[in-house]
C-alpha cells in the first residue's frame, strides 16, 4: 500500500495560482500512475487531472484545460498539480491517488478561492 500526503492548499483570491504537491511512500513511485481529484462540499468527488508512469501523458478535465498542469518527479516521488487562473469554481478538497490498482488516495487539501 502507498501512504500519499497532500500540501499546498490554502485560500487564494480568483486569478490567482497555488502548486498542490502530493508525497508518495510505500511503493515503487515510478511504477505506477497518478491523479488529482477534488469534491466541493454537496457534490461527488470528480476527476480534475491524471498522469501515467512516466510524466509522458497527462489528462485534464474539461473545467481546467489550458489552466492547470500535472507534473511529477519521481526521483522526488512527488506528484504536482499547477493551478493558475483559478475560480471561484474551483473551490473544493483536493485528493491525490494512485491509479494504478490498488488505488490509494491521500487525505486532501483544502483549496479555497475567492471572488
Known amino acids: 500500500q502507498v501512504q500519499l500526503v497532500e500540501s499546498g492548499g490554502g485560500l487564494v483570491q480568483a486569478g490567482g495560482s497555488l502548486r498542490l504537491s502530493c508525497a508518495a511512500s510505500g511503493r515503487t513511485f515510478s511504477n505506477y500512475d497518478m491523479g488529482w481529484f477534488r469534491q466541493a462540499p454537496g457534490k461527488e468527488r470528480e476527476f480534475v487531472a491524471a498522469i501515467n508512469w512516466s510524466g509522458g501523458r497527462t489528462s485534464f478535465a474539461d473545467s481546467v484545460k489550458g489552466r492547470f498542469t500535472i507534473s511529477r518527479d519521481n526521483a522526488k516521488n512527488t506528484v504536482y498539480l499547477q493551478m493558475n487562473s483559478l475560480k471561484p469554481e474551483d473551490t473544493a478538497v483536493y485528493y491525490c491517488?494512485?491509479?494504478?490498482?490498488?488505488?490509494?488516495w491521500g487525505q486532501g487539501t483544502q483549496v479555497t478561492v475567492s471572488s
Open positions: 491517488a494512485v491509479t494504478s490498482p490498488p488505488v490509494s
